[in-house]
């Protein structure tokens, strides 16, 4: 089992940028995909991105595309979002995951991620 903790949630005016992290423990954290889901108030869970235990490989859900970017640093266990150019309707709680997308092994517990207009 993988244990992952995200951060660098918060609150960013509209066209602001926030980068999140998911630190993660528990096995070998280079040999498994990653990525992030993110959940608005009264909506289901949405996939983000993903990517691929290299970090050679990325896939990104149409709404963010061009505006947020996965990576990762195998070194410190960690996988990055950077969102830039955010918007309101990127309000959400944001979850980190571990899995071969589409499907999820293990969450983490959500970092809080508010646009405000």
């Known amino acids: 089992q993988v244990q992952l903790v995200e951060s660098g949630g918060g609150l960013v005016q509209a066209g602001g940028s926030l980068r999140l992290s998911c630190a993660a423990s528990?096995?070998?954290?280079?040999?498994?995909?990653m990525g992030w889901f993110r959940q608005a108030p009264g909506k289901e869970r949405e996939f983000v991105a993903t990517?691929?235990?290299?970090?050679?490989?990325?896939y990104y859900a149409d709404s963010v595309k061009g505006r947020f970017t996965i990576s990762r640093d195998n070194a410190k266990n960690t996988v990055y979002l950077q969102m830039n150019s955010l918007k309101p309707e990127d309000t959400a709680v944001y979850y980190c995951f571990e899995g071969s997308y589409p499907r999820v092994d293990s969450w983490g517990q959500g970092t809080q991620v508010t646009v405000s207009s």
């Open positions: 990517i691929s235990w290299s970090g050679r490989s990325t």
């Open positions: 528990g096995r070998t954290f280079s040999s498994y995909g």
